[in-house]
């Protein structure tokens, strides 16, 4: 698919049965239990058994939109390979390669891959079309051996054998029915976990004088090129995920027993330490957009889910429900984060034992607890696309019987025993003034319940950028909100995004906690400033540097036409600000007598620079953007007039800040 998987230090020991939570309708068993069953506790939403392939157990590891495959068990004591239509209720056997088993490892766009047996006994990557059927063997590099770990469209990115302990990353292209050899970075060995467009991501050895390092690649299929993604100064890297540009998974540091989450940007090359939630240890497992989730370390060695948003460089713990000790994120999409929570170590958890699954939404901070099956002990989430959730459901009876499981409402009951924080995150600018922290109660509120709050960390500083008084909250019988204000100093400062994390501790013993008890604040970037130039050449001979106005005074520059004549003129915008910012270009339209055109990298967008709107132009600090300004004379414009042509860059946040430069035309004879 699109994103990648989890990494194998996480799915080396994938359970045996699975939960698959749709948003779709009704699904049939698939021959293992009948076709339906009874609804689970009144406050969650009722599920459905897929059954099995007429074994015991059954295991989905991916979805796509409404199609779930996986493996399942089959009377003879085999495995195969399978795709379940949530739509249509259809479960489809994809059969074999000749051999006796078959297991499914990813979907996307109506292909399947995986891996399968051979008449030969020889193990073989493949790539199942749903709409066309059969299943395609897709070779090896020469060697033995190869397996399939992901697809994106119409690429399927894997690791085949090329002979004895080597084996090499490949792309196979089911358009020119290809396989590439993408090499390594200089050792025996590589394998592609994730695939998105034109760039596969995967682990190789180094050279066997690095003392057998394991580094994090991307190879950009276009180019033909593999990037090493180097280390947090530590010795190994493995990257498990790609969405877009960015590159997650997890490195060593230059401390003893310590790795941290890394997200890779590619489009700047730049490796960035997600760091912790106060331990020595995290590990991201997947990324969507902006959001990359996974688990860390507490300062007091228990283990939380977060998520991190790379638009304001802040990780939210996601906390744990109740008085479960500990959570794990193992996927996201969009605003759904979905993972495993329980009493267990992390060891079972990432083993997906001793756990129960949960939703989490970012947008509201609501925290859903995925409900076991009928007759089932525990439930764990696998894999999330659009509305569907994957996992699996345990029992612990003598038969082990575990089956993928299908949740018809979306619904699930929010875990809300206790008191939390309404979000786990809000974003506010630097002119938001008084902002109230909204905190809510659920469960029994029959009796007061009292938690005390404070600023547990953050890059904002107290009294200068903020200001909150720490104190307690106390709720009254039936009282179910409660506010905690917070004060936001504006200032004309230039000043980067900043955070604000305010926990809750319950006080006395009868109070039960909910979540979140952690509450990001985010103060946006404030007071940032655009930087006009203007030059009649590209490269040198601008005007206005540091000169901030609207009017384009001292910030003009002036070439003289005749009629007919075009004259051309460069406006350069910098970033004065200090982090990356996205500004608003508008150009104004032509004087009469002359035609005005305006080009961003090549491209006219003269009609969007007159727009309201504008065009959008991103710079990173300290950078610039050309706009190129082209003035053509009419053949009956007046001789001395003057023809102008402005260009104003705005930000907005806190405030608005503009910049406008003009170029000028002045009419002569010939």
Do not use: C
Not at 281 to 310: I, P, R
Not at 407 to 433: C, M, P, R, Y
Not at 644 to 668: C, E, I, N, P, Q
């Amino acid at each position: 698919m699109r994103k990648g998987t989890m990494s194998d230090a996480v799915t080396r020991h994938r359970g045996r049965g699975t939960l698959a939570v749709a948003l779709s309708t009704a699904a049939m068993a698939l021959g293992g239990l009948p076709a339906s069953v009874g609804a689970v506790a009144s406050a969650e939403p009722p599920v459905r058994s897929l059954g099995t392939l007429g074994g015991a157990d059954s295991d989905t590891v991916a979805v796509d939109r409404h199609v779930a495959v996986g493996t399942s068990d089959t009377a003879p004591g085999s495995q195969r390979a399978f795709a379940y239509d949530l739509d249509g209720a259809k479960v489809r056997d994809l059969g074999t390669l000749g051999g006796s088993w078959s297991i499914a490892a990813d979907v996307d766009a109506g292909i399947v891959v995986g891996r399968s047996a051979t008449r030969r006994g020889a193990i073989r990557a493949f790539a199942y079309d749903l709409r066309r059927g059969g299943m395609q063997n897709l070779g090896t590099l020469g060697g033995a051996s190869s397996s399939a770990s992901a697809v994106d469209g119409r690429v399927v990115a894997g690791s085949a054998a090329l002979g004895p302990h080597r084996m090499h990353a490949f792309a196979y292209d089911l358009r020119t029915d290809s396989m590439r050899d993408l090499g390594t970075l200089g050792g025996p060995s590589s394998s592609a976990v994730a695939v998105d467009g034109d760039v596969v991501v995967g682990t190789s050895y180094l050279p066997t004088d690095s003392g057998g390092a394991m580094h994090s690649f991307a190879y950009d299929l276009g180019a033909g090129s593999m990037r090493d993604l180097g280390t947090l100064a530590g010795k190994d890297t493995y990257a498990v995920a790609v969405s877009g540009k960015v590159v997650v998974g997890y490195s060593y540091t230059n401390v003893p027993n310590s790795y941290h989450a890394f997200a890779y940007d590619l489009s700047t090359q730049t490796m960035h330490d997600l760091g912790t939630l106060g331990g020595l240890q995290s590990a991201a497992t997947d990324v969507d957009g902006d959001t990359v989730v996974g688990w860390s370390l507490l300062g007091d060695n228990t283990y939380h889910a977060f998520a991190y948003d790379m638009s304001t460089g802040a990780m939210q713990d996601l906390g744990t429900p109740g008085d479960a000790p500990g959570s794990l994120a193992v996927a996201v999409d969009g605003d759904l984060v979905v993972g495993m929570y329980g009493w267990g170590s992390r060891t079972q958890l990432e083993q997906e034992d001793g756990g129960a699954g949960f939703a989490y939404d970012l947008r509201t901070g609501t925290f859903r607890r995925l409900p076991p099956a009928p007759g089932s002990d525990t439930s764990v989430a696998r894999a999330v696309d659009g509305g569907t959730v994957v996992g699996r459901v345990n029992t612990f009876r003598a038969d082990e019987i575990q089956q993928t499981m299908v949740l018809h409402d979306a619904q699930a009951a929010a875990w809300n025993l206790g008191i939390g924080f309404d979000t786990v995150i809000v974003k506010v600018s630097e002119a938001a003034g008084t902002r109230r922290l909204v905190v809510r109660r659920g469960g029994d509120t029959t009796s007061a319940a009292t938690v005390s709050y404070a600023r547990q960390s953050g890059t904002a500083t107290p009294g200068t950028d903020f200001l909150l008084q720490a104190g307690e909250l106390t709720f009254g019988p039936g009282e179910t909100t409660r506010t905690i204000p917070l004060t936001i100093t504006d200032d004309n400062r230039r000043e980067a995004g900043e955070s604000i994390v305010v926990s809750m501790t319950p006080q006395g013993p009868g109070t039960l906690m909910g979540t979140p008890t952690r509450m990001t604040v985010i103060i946006r970037p404030s007071d940032q400033r655009p930087d006009g130039q203007i030059s009649t050449s590209p490269s040198t001979g601008y005007a206005g540097n540091n000169v901030y106005n609207t009017t384009g005074e001292r910030q003009t520059r002036t070439r003289s036409a005749t009629r007919g004549q075009t004259r051309t003129f460069y406006a350069r915008i910098y970033n004065d600000g200090n982090v990356r910012n996205v500004f608003a270009l508008t150009g104004t339209r032509p004087p009469r007598g002359a035609k005005v055109r305006y080009l961003l990298g090549g491209k006219d967008v003269t009609a969007a620079m007159r727009s309201e709107a504008g065009v959008r132009l991103a710079v990173a600090p300290d950078r610039s953007g050309l706009v190129t300004v082209r003035i053509e004379v009419g053949p009956r414009a007046a001789i001395g007039t003057r023809k102008h042509a402005l260009v104003t860059a705005t930000w907005h946040g806190d405030s608005s800040r503009a910049d406008t430069v003009r170029a000028v035309a002045k009419v002569v004879r010939r």
